[in-house]
């Protein structure tokens, strides 16, 4: 039995082992130096999802990334020193000192980091300086596609946007790259509109009354980018508030904007404990909330739990050096809070080192930055640094420490930066960057580039604890080498009249420039707009004034002005994506019949159009479930006769294609087995009409914030988890003659007003998915004409249902004008006045389909009548001697073959019927044999057994044989002998056949069974036993010396 006292000396000796056992893990650090332990959500997800698939979904449209970096340990720690205000007003908006970029839509992409981190760059930047800056950029350019990006094909996180921006690779200019949802790759080499100079990470809230940090960073920084988890059930539509009380893991990044200590708890859907709400901006676009914007309560789980920002520094570097492209991927240390690194560089021109580069994981962090030159034997060398600077850094994050005087240093010379860390109760205070599985695999590291101090005092390698390590130490420069003109021109290429716009980057600080555009005219505008008149290629040169002296940049032959073309795929170009990038504005691409795996981005105005085959099949676009077949950014755009198919993604909304420029033309194409079909997403103007589209997951049609679209004349069937079309603020827009049937979750969905929806075919079990605020015009006046369902009057739709209960199918036309009697009354205040009837005086039309249309025997294929009319019979012919009576049979196939099929329909006013020659294909299995006749009699022998269900002579069904019967002679005792369709064909057996024409046969030959045949006395008909020529005595090797002569067959001399 245990006694108390037993119990207690048990816990002295636990205690007493872990007190040990924490002693000899300090121990190890403080000797050996180690990495950090990477945060909890990173380690929770790769044990529980696997490193691979880490993503946690924005709201259903994409990944928000985890990083492995540990900032648990700043959750509710105080900014002390700063100017915090003693007291801050109750409320705070950045909106009223202009300080909040405009709404942003992040459309179908996991993109809400990407927004969220751009808006508070752009924040910093204002009021004085206002622009637009390129998320696509940002997006792509740290994605897996990218030779600089992470692991990640979309998503991403603060810190992830902190390694493009500190490496150089942006902000780049919003036109340069305009956002595309759907792109995975963007130009490289853009030029960099600001230099960011530190990124803030503000220690997060532990409660919902700890809000000073935030707010001090409010007013001192402008946006804040912060993270919450977001679902749809917490959002108070009416008062666009959003309360979590027990959200675990961000799945959305959000920016702040202010805050409102007095706002209502009565105001959320959930009510929170208390009053108070941040004021945040969304990516979502101006249809969301308030505007962009809405209200989260301080009593929300994880808002400003993670809090970043991004401030651009007054251009006072031109450059970086520094070796983690990757940036902050974890932290290391030797188990105490001071710690040294280094990093050497060499010089590639004459420049001056400005500052030293570096995150801090802690609050309070002191550091002293140093420069050494030309170091031998060890990072610094046996001199003393050139200059130091010694800073306190209450905040977190990257930061930027400027040199009093800049150290100069010569092309090809070695340079070192050092930073001794101090990180008070915090033991890894160096930030470095290495492969993470999963996260930075990419990352490289060379011996010589990134050093350690151990706690020996000596400098010791980075890469002896990891070879691809480096620590994310940053060099600021400027170059010596005096000023430097330079541009660019937005476009560069075009058709007459072309204007474009020119921006000046020069270096120097310039105070005059003279452009000179190549034509003949100039400008002393430092960034001017130029209209080029006339087709050809033009130098442009740019001389700026600085006071430093004058500097000349020429960029030859750099305008393009030409007329629009005609272009060939693949003739001139074996991609289509190189003809839409080679192509003026305005010209033609016309793409041959054939199989292209791309993903196009069409980013000017063209006519990008099919050429289909002899068999009227359309060229093929495959983006292989890997993206979006075609991206439509620029306006006026034609996409016309493809089959677009594979558009998908694990993390994303992918359609077939996608348009984001006004005025596209989208025709006379087959869309089919993609995630989703079309998508216009706020345009004006754009057509879609005659396509046909099937097999699609999500809607088929999807318009949001658009207006004036024509969505007409289209099929649009099986489309699985959505309804098939899907409006949402489609104002000015037309739904007219289109076939919408076959829909698993209903025909059509309206959200808003302004769409008008006559002359379709509804034929769905749901037609119409209601919303609350649903209120569409669904017929127009009655005018003559025929009507989709070849009534005589156009005026609202025909609505049928699968089983035959539709509204258009079970109300009567008593007075014959084409309308049932009674209005349609769809719900709320959509009505039909003019559902359109079957009408009586219009005889059958008959028509079908049928699935599947191909595939091995026994095929069972379901067939469906498709006719038009009032129809009192229907009379199936299978092509295979078989019939039916039923409206939509199920008939099986049991032979081989290709079949005619035939239906007939009969009504009141008469019978019509439509057949489809060679329609259903039934194959055999085993291997497959090509047996030709020719024209005239036929002798065959099978040379092998055939499979079972395609050994009849029924194979032969389809060959003309004008009259004449299907003979085999076996031997001279049985003698001819005419076959019948059931009659089983026999290996290396002769038989004879007539056919009127040449005419090729698959024989499917038994992949186990061979051939054999008995070989009576006398004379007997047999072949070959193989599929090629062969020899008589290899022929004839089994049969020894008992055979005498062996004649072959010539149908010009045997008859």
Not at 487 to 516: C, K, M
Not at 533 to 552: K, Q
Not at 818 to 827: L, N, S, W
Not at 1010 to 1034: F, L, M, Y
């Amino acid at each position: 039995m245990w006694h108390r006292k037993d119990i207690c000396i048990l816990l002295i000796i636990l205690i007493t082992i872990i007190a040990g056992n924490l002693c000899l893990a300090e121990e190890h650090k403080a000797g050996k130096g180690e990495f950090a332990p990477f945060s909890q959500e990173w380690q929770q997800l790769t044990l529980t999802e696997g490193i691979s698939s880490d993503s946690k979904y924005c709201c259903g449209s994409g990944p928000l990334r985890e990083s492995p970096v540990n900032l648990s340990h700043l959750i509710g720690k105080k900014v002390k020193s700063l100017s915090i205000l003693s007291y801050y007003p109750s409320k705070f908006d950045l909106r009223d000192s202009k300080r909040v970029p405009g709404i942003r839509d992040q459309g179908q992409s996991g993109s809400c980091w990407d927004f969220a981190s751009m808006k508070s760059l752009e924040s910093s930047l204002l009021p004085e300086s206002e622009k637009d800056l390129s998320e696509n950029n940002l997006k792509n350019r740290v994605s897996v596609y990218s030779p600089e990006g992470f692991d990640f094909a979309d998503g991403g996180n603060d810190l992830m946007a902190a390694a493009y921006f500190l490496r150089g690779s942006g902000p780049v200019p919003e036109k340069l790259d305009p956002y595309n949802p759907y792109s995975f790759v963007s130009p490289e080499n853009l030029p960099v509109e600001a230099r960011v100079s530190d990124v803030p990470i503000i220690p997060g809230r532990i409660g919902p009354t700890d809000n000073e940090n935030v707010k001090w960073a409010l007013v001192n920084l402008g946006c804040l980018y912060s993270t919450l988890f977001y679902n749809e059930d917490n959002f108070n539509p009416n008062t666009n508030a959003y309360y979590c009380s027990d959200g675990k893991t961000p799945n959305h990044a959000i920016s702040i904007v202010g805050w409102d200590d007095t706002y209502p708890a009565s105001k959320f859907k959930n009510q929170p404990a208390g009053d108070g709400a941040f004021i945040c901006a969304n990516s979502w676009g101006t249809d969301f909330g308030d505007k962009g914007f809405f209200y989260v309560s301080y009593y929300d789980s994880l808002i400003a739990k993670r809090i970043s920002a991004f401030s651009a520094a007054p251009d006072r570097t031109d450059g970086s050096y520094g070796y983690d492209t990757l940036g902050w991927v974890n932290s290391f240390g030797f188990g105490f809070s001071d710690a040294s690194a280094a990093n050497v560089f060499t010089a590639e021109e004459d420049i001056e080192v400005a500052s030293a580069g570096f995150y801090i994981p802690q609050v309070g962090t002191s550091v002293t930055a140093s420069v050494y030159l030309n170091p031998v034997e060890s990072p610094v060398g046996n001199l003393p640094p050139v200059a130091s600077k010694e800073e306190t850094y209450q905040v977190p994050g990257y930061h930027s420490l400027m040199f009093d005087i800049p150290v100069k240093v010569k092309k090809g010379d070695k340079f070192t930066i050092t930073v001794d860390f101090y990180t008070p109760d915090y033991g890894f205070p160096i930030p470095v960057e290495y492969p993470v599985p999963g996260y930075s695999s990419k990352a490289t590291a060379k011996p010589g580039q990134s050093y350690v101090k151990t706690s020996t005092g000596k400098w010791s390698d980075l890469t002896n604890w990891d070879p691809q390590a480096n620590v994310c130490i940053r060099a600021g420069y400027r170059l010596v080498s005096g000023p430097k003109a330079d541009f660019y021109a937005e476009p560069v290429s075009g058709s007459a009249p072309l204007t474009v716009s020119f921006h000046d980057i020069s270096t120097g600080n310039p105070e005059r420039w003279l452009w000179q555009f190549g034509d003949g005219s100039t400008s002393t505008e430092q960034n001017p707009v130029h209209t080029y008149s006339l087709n050809g290629v033009y130098s442009v040169t740019l001389t700026s004034d600085t006071p430093a002296g004058e500097s000349v940049m020429v960029k030859k032959n750099y305008i393009t002005v030409s007329e629009p073309v005609r272009i060939i795929v693949p003739d001139d170009h074996s991609l289509i994506q190189e003809a839409i990038n080679s192509a003026p504005p305005g010209s033609t691409i016309l793409v041959r019949y054939g199989y292209y795996p791309e993903k196009l981005t069409i980013n000017r105005p063209v006519h990008l159009i099919g050429e289909s085959n002899p068999e009227d099949q359309k060229p093929i676009i495959d983006a292989q479930y890997t993206g979006t077949p075609v991206s439509v950014t620029a306006a006026g755009v034609t996409v016309e006769n493809f089959s677009l198919t594979g558009a998908g993604s694990e993390t994303a909304i992918r359609p077939a294609v996608a348009v984001r420029g006004n005025k596209a033309v989208i025709r006379k194409n087959w869309i089919f087995e993609n995630y989703a079909g079309v998508r216009f997403e706020s345009v004006t103007g754009s057509v879609f009409d005659d396509n046909i589209i099937w097999n699609s997951t999500s809607n088929a049609i999807y318009g949001e914030s658009s207006s004036y679209l024509d969505i007409s004349n289209n099929t649009i069937v099986w489309t699985r988890e959505s309804p098939a079309i899907r409006l949402v603020s489609a104002y000015n827009s037309v739904v007219k003659g289109n076939a919408v049937a076959e829909n698993n979750k209903g025909g059509v969905s309206i959200t808003g007003s302004g769409v008008t929806l006559y002359d379709n075919f509804f034929n769905n079990t749901i037609n119409v998915v209601l919303n609350a605020d649903t209120k569409a015009i669904w017929n127009v006046p009655k005018s003559p004409g025929l009507n989709i369902v070849i009534g005589p009057y156009i005026g609202g739709n025909f609505w049928a249902a699968p089983d035959g209960t539709g509204f258009s199918q079970t109300h009567p036309d008593n007075d014959g004008d084409g309308f049932c009697d009674e209005v349609y009354r769809i719900g709320g205040e959509n009505v039909d006045e003019l559902p359109l009837a079957i009408p009586d005086e219009v005889p059958p039309r008959a028509d079908f389909d049928a699935e599947p249309r191909t595939g091995n025997i026994p095929l069972t294929v379901q067939f469906r009548d498709k006719s038009l009319g009032k129809i009192d019979s229907w009379q199936w012919d299978f092509g295979d001697g078989t019939t039916s009576g039923e409206r939509n049979p199920l008939h099986e196939y049991q032979n081989t073959g290709s079949f005619d099929v035939k239906l007939t329909v009969t009504g009141q006013k008469g019978s019509d019927t439509k057949e489809k020659l060679s329609y259903i294909t039934a194959t055999g299995t085993g291997n497959r044999y090509i047996l030709t006749l020719k024209p005239g009699w036929n002798f065959f022998t099978p040379p092998k057994s055939l499979s079972q269900g395609s050994d009849t002579a029924a194979i032969f069904a389809s060959v003309q044989t004008d009259g004449h019967s299907l003979f085999e002679f076996s031997n001279q005792a049985t003698g001819w002998r005419r076959l019948n369709r059931d009659s089983v064909l026999h290996p290396i057996t002769g038989y004879w056949i007539y056919s009127r024409k040449q005419e090729e046969i698959i024989l499917w030959l038994d992949p186990v069974s061979g051939g054999k045949k008995t070989v009576e006395p006398g004379w007997n008909a047999i072949g070959s036993p193989g599929t090629g020529p062969v020899r008589a005595k290899d022929a004839m090797k089994s049969l020894e010396d008992k055979w005498t002569y062996l004649v072959g067959y010539d149908k010009g001399l045997q008859r």
